[in-house]
Protein backbone atom coordinates (compact mmCIF):
# COMPACT_ATOMS: atom_id res chain seq x y z
CA UNK A 1 0.00 0.00 0.00
CA UNK A 2 1.32 3.29 -0.77
CA UNK A 3 0.76 5.03 2.28
CA UNK A 4 -1.21 8.05 3.05
CA UNK A 5 -0.68 10.89 -0.07
CA UNK A 6 -0.70 14.82 0.22
CA UNK A 7 -0.20 16.89 -2.52
CA UNK A 8 1.51 19.54 -3.00
CA UNK A 9 4.10 18.86 -0.03
CA UNK A 10 5.35 22.39 -0.22
CA UNK A 11 3.08 25.57 -1.22
CA UNK A 12 4.21 28.96 -0.90
CA UNK A 13 1.57 31.51 -1.51
CA UNK A 14 0.52 35.16 -0.64
CA UNK A 15 -1.60 36.31 1.93
CA UNK A 16 -5.46 36.60 0.59
CA UNK A 17 -4.40 34.01 -1.83
CA UNK A 18 -6.82 30.59 -1.69
CA UNK A 19 -4.74 27.45 -0.68
CA UNK A 20 -6.12 23.77 -1.08
CA UNK A 21 -4.86 20.74 0.27
CA UNK A 22 -5.33 17.32 -0.73
CA UNK A 23 -5.58 14.03 0.74
CA UNK A 24 -5.56 10.42 -0.40
CA UNK A 25 -6.37 8.12 2.65
CA UNK A 26 -5.04 4.44 2.90
CA UNK A 27 -7.74 2.53 1.19
CA UNK A 28 -10.33 0.47 3.49
CA UNK A 29 -9.87 3.26 6.11
CA UNK A 30 -13.15 4.72 7.31
CA UNK A 31 -11.98 7.87 8.95
CA UNK A 32 -10.10 10.70 8.03
CA UNK A 33 -8.35 13.63 9.86
CA UNK A 34 -7.02 16.77 9.04
CA UNK A 35 -4.04 17.87 11.55
CA UNK A 36 -2.01 21.13 11.80
CA UNK A 37 1.41 21.52 13.29
CA UNK A 38 2.98 24.52 14.72
CA UNK A 39 5.87 25.19 16.78
CA UNK A 40 3.66 27.38 18.94
CA UNK A 41 0.62 24.78 19.13
CA UNK A 42 2.19 21.25 18.50
CA UNK A 43 -0.08 19.29 16.48
CA UNK A 44 -3.88 20.04 16.25
CA UNK A 45 -6.52 17.95 15.25
CA UNK A 46 -8.56 20.26 12.72
CA UNK A 47 -11.90 18.38 11.88
CA UNK A 48 -12.35 14.32 11.26
CA UNK A 49 -15.01 12.16 9.04
CA UNK A 50 -16.16 9.28 9.26
CA UNK A 51 -17.27 7.43 5.67
CA UNK A 52 -16.80 10.46 4.25
CA UNK A 53 -19.17 12.38 6.53
CA UNK A 54 -17.70 15.52 8.74
CA UNK A 55 -17.63 14.20 12.48
CA UNK A 56 -16.19 16.87 14.38
CA UNK A 57 -15.21 19.79 13.20
CA UNK A 58 -14.65 21.90 16.13
CA UNK A 59 -10.49 22.36 15.69
CA UNK A 60 -11.71 24.31 12.53
CA UNK A 61 -9.51 27.52 13.47
CA UNK A 62 -12.26 30.02 11.88
CA UNK A 63 -14.62 30.08 8.76
CA UNK A 64 -11.80 30.88 6.54
CA UNK A 65 -11.15 27.09 6.59
CA UNK A 66 -13.21 24.39 5.08
CA UNK A 67 -12.69 21.14 4.57
CA UNK A 68 -14.61 18.11 2.15
CA UNK A 69 -14.61 14.55 1.29
CA UNK A 70 -16.11 14.02 -2.12
CA UNK A 71 -15.51 10.01 -2.27
CA UNK A 72 -13.75 7.36 0.23
CA UNK A 73 -10.15 8.10 -1.68
CA UNK A 74 -10.07 11.78 -1.48
CA UNK A 75 -10.36 14.87 0.50
CA UNK A 76 -9.69 18.84 0.81
CA UNK A 77 -8.56 21.56 3.15
CA UNK A 78 -8.92 24.43 1.81
CA UNK A 79 -7.88 27.88 3.36
CA UNK A 80 -9.37 31.49 1.73
CA UNK A 81 -8.04 33.42 1.96
CA UNK A 82 -4.98 32.71 3.14
CA UNK A 83 -3.00 34.25 5.95
CA UNK A 84 0.69 34.56 7.50
CA UNK A 85 -0.52 32.98 10.88
CA UNK A 86 -1.67 29.68 8.42
CA UNK A 87 1.43 28.73 7.81
CA UNK A 88 2.46 25.37 9.41
CA UNK A 89 2.68 22.15 8.18
CA UNK A 90 -0.66 19.97 7.57
CA UNK A 91 -0.76 16.53 8.33
CA UNK A 92 -3.68 14.23 7.01
CA UNK A 93 -4.38 10.97 8.81
CA UNK A 94 -6.80 7.72 8.03
CA UNK A 95 -7.47 4.82 9.92
CA UNK A 96 -9.50 1.78 9.98
CA UNK A 97 -12.97 2.08 11.67
CA UNK A 98 -12.34 -1.69 13.47
CA UNK A 99 -14.03 -2.42 16.48
CA UNK A 100 -13.61 1.46 17.79
CA UNK A 101 -12.05 4.06 15.93
CA UNK A 102 -10.33 5.68 19.11
CA UNK A 103 -8.70 1.88 19.43
CA UNK A 104 -7.29 2.42 15.64
CA UNK A 105 -3.40 3.40 14.45
CA UNK A 106 -3.99 6.69 12.48
CA UNK A 107 -1.60 6.49 9.59
CA UNK A 108 0.23 10.01 8.56
CA UNK A 109 0.73 11.08 5.49
CA UNK A 110 3.94 12.87 4.95
CA UNK A 111 2.39 16.44 5.56
CA UNK A 112 2.07 19.78 3.31
CA UNK A 113 4.37 22.72 4.54
CA UNK A 114 2.54 25.55 3.99
CA UNK A 115 4.17 29.25 3.86
CA UNK A 116 1.62 32.17 3.52
CA UNK A 117 3.89 35.46 3.06
CA UNK B 1 -12.28 17.38 29.98
CA UNK B 2 -9.51 15.27 28.61
CA UNK B 3 -5.29 16.21 28.19
CA UNK B 4 -2.07 14.45 27.46
CA UNK B 5 1.15 16.17 28.93
CA UNK B 6 4.20 15.52 28.21
CA UNK B 7 6.95 16.87 30.53
CA UNK B 8 10.30 18.50 29.09
CA UNK B 9 9.74 18.93 25.50
CA UNK B 10 13.65 18.00 24.93
CA UNK B 11 15.36 15.36 26.16
CA UNK B 12 18.61 14.40 26.01
CA UNK B 13 20.48 11.04 26.40
CA UNK B 14 24.30 9.53 25.80
CA UNK B 15 24.21 6.90 22.99
CA UNK B 16 23.40 3.89 25.10
CA UNK B 17 21.87 5.17 27.71
CA UNK B 18 18.64 4.94 29.10
CA UNK B 19 15.68 6.74 27.26
CA UNK B 20 13.02 7.82 29.69
CA UNK B 21 10.04 10.03 27.90
CA UNK B 22 7.02 11.46 30.43
CA UNK B 23 3.83 11.13 29.55
CA UNK B 24 0.44 12.09 32.05
CA UNK B 25 -3.06 12.02 30.38
CA UNK B 26 -5.83 13.55 32.41
CA UNK B 27 -9.44 11.64 31.98
CA UNK B 28 -12.69 10.99 33.16
CA UNK B 29 -13.35 7.99 31.67
CA UNK B 30 -10.69 4.89 30.75
CA UNK B 31 -8.39 6.11 27.32
CA UNK B 32 -6.45 4.49 24.96
CA UNK B 33 -3.00 5.74 24.89
CA UNK B 34 -0.57 6.11 22.16
CA UNK B 35 3.34 6.93 20.96
CA UNK B 36 4.11 8.07 17.67
CA UNK B 37 7.28 9.25 16.49
CA UNK B 38 8.12 11.67 14.55
CA UNK B 39 11.05 11.80 12.02
CA UNK B 40 12.24 15.04 10.47
CA UNK B 41 10.14 16.27 7.79
CA UNK B 42 8.02 13.09 8.02
CA UNK B 43 4.34 11.96 9.01
CA UNK B 44 4.04 10.72 12.16
CA UNK B 45 3.97 6.85 12.41
CA UNK B 46 2.55 4.35 15.82
CA UNK B 47 5.44 3.08 18.14
CA UNK B 48 3.17 1.49 20.29
CA UNK B 49 -0.45 1.66 21.70
CA UNK B 50 -2.47 0.43 24.68
CA UNK B 51 -5.88 -0.46 24.91
CA UNK B 52 -6.52 -2.78 27.15
CA UNK B 53 -5.09 -6.27 28.63
CA UNK B 54 -1.43 -6.09 29.88
CA UNK B 55 -0.24 -2.98 31.12
CA UNK B 56 3.45 -3.35 29.48
CA UNK B 57 3.55 -2.50 25.88
CA UNK B 58 6.27 -3.36 23.54
CA UNK B 59 6.57 -1.19 20.67
CA UNK B 60 9.05 -1.15 17.58
CA UNK B 61 12.43 -0.31 17.77
CA UNK B 62 12.63 -1.60 21.34
CA UNK B 63 10.39 1.11 22.92
CA UNK B 64 8.12 0.08 25.59
CA UNK B 65 5.88 1.86 27.55
CA UNK B 66 3.36 1.23 30.96
CA UNK B 67 -0.05 2.14 31.53
CA UNK B 68 -0.37 3.00 35.20
CA UNK B 69 -3.72 4.01 35.80
CA UNK B 70 -3.32 5.16 39.64
CA UNK B 71 -0.38 7.58 38.35
CA UNK B 72 -1.93 8.23 35.03
CA UNK B 73 0.78 7.80 32.99
CA UNK B 74 1.80 6.59 30.32
CA UNK B 75 5.66 6.94 30.11
CA UNK B 76 7.67 5.31 27.14
CA UNK B 77 11.34 3.89 27.89
CA UNK B 78 13.94 2.44 25.59
CA UNK B 79 16.94 0.42 27.92
CA UNK B 80 19.68 2.14 25.37
CA UNK B 81 18.96 4.61 23.21
CA UNK B 82 20.89 4.87 19.59
CA UNK B 83 21.65 7.32 17.34
CA UNK B 84 18.61 6.83 15.10
CA UNK B 85 16.57 6.97 18.29
CA UNK B 86 16.90 11.13 17.28
CA UNK B 87 13.40 12.22 16.67
CA UNK B 88 10.17 14.26 18.04
CA UNK B 89 7.90 11.65 20.43
CA UNK B 90 4.37 12.33 21.01
CA UNK B 91 1.62 10.46 23.15
CA UNK B 92 -1.41 10.63 22.42
CA UNK B 93 -4.84 9.83 24.22
CA UNK B 94 -8.05 8.91 22.84
CA UNK B 95 -11.77 8.10 24.56
CA UNK B 96 -14.69 7.11 23.97
CA UNK B 97 -16.94 10.13 21.56
CA UNK B 98 -14.11 9.43 19.05
CA UNK B 99 -12.11 12.39 21.00
CA UNK B 100 -8.36 12.90 19.87
CA UNK B 101 -5.64 13.90 22.05
CA UNK B 102 -1.90 14.86 21.04
CA UNK B 103 0.90 15.66 23.76
CA UNK B 104 2.99 18.72 22.48
CA UNK B 105 5.90 16.43 21.52
CA UNK B 106 9.38 15.50 22.92
CA UNK B 107 12.58 16.41 20.89
CA UNK B 108 14.54 13.59 21.97
CA UNK B 109 18.76 14.25 21.23
CA UNK B 110 20.94 11.44 21.20
CA UNK B 111 24.54 12.37 21.96
CA UNK B 112 27.19 10.34 20.50
Known amino acids: DAGVIQSPRHEVTEMGQEVTLRCKPI?????LFWYRQTMMRGLELLIY????????DSGMPEDRFSAKMPNASFSTLKIQPSEPRDSAVYFC???????????????FGPGTRLLVL | AQSVTQLGSHVSVSEGALVLLRCNYS??????LFWYVQYPNQGLQLLLK??????LVKGINGFEAEFKKSETSFHLTKPSAHMSDAAEYFC??????????FGTGTSLTVIP
Open chain 1, 93 to 107: ASSPAGLAAIQETQY
Open chain 1, 27 to 31: SGHDY
Open chain 1, 49 to 56: FNNNVPID
Open chain 2, 27 to 32: SSVPPY
Open chain 2, 50 to 55: YTTGAT
Open chain 2, 92 to 101: AVSVLGNQFY
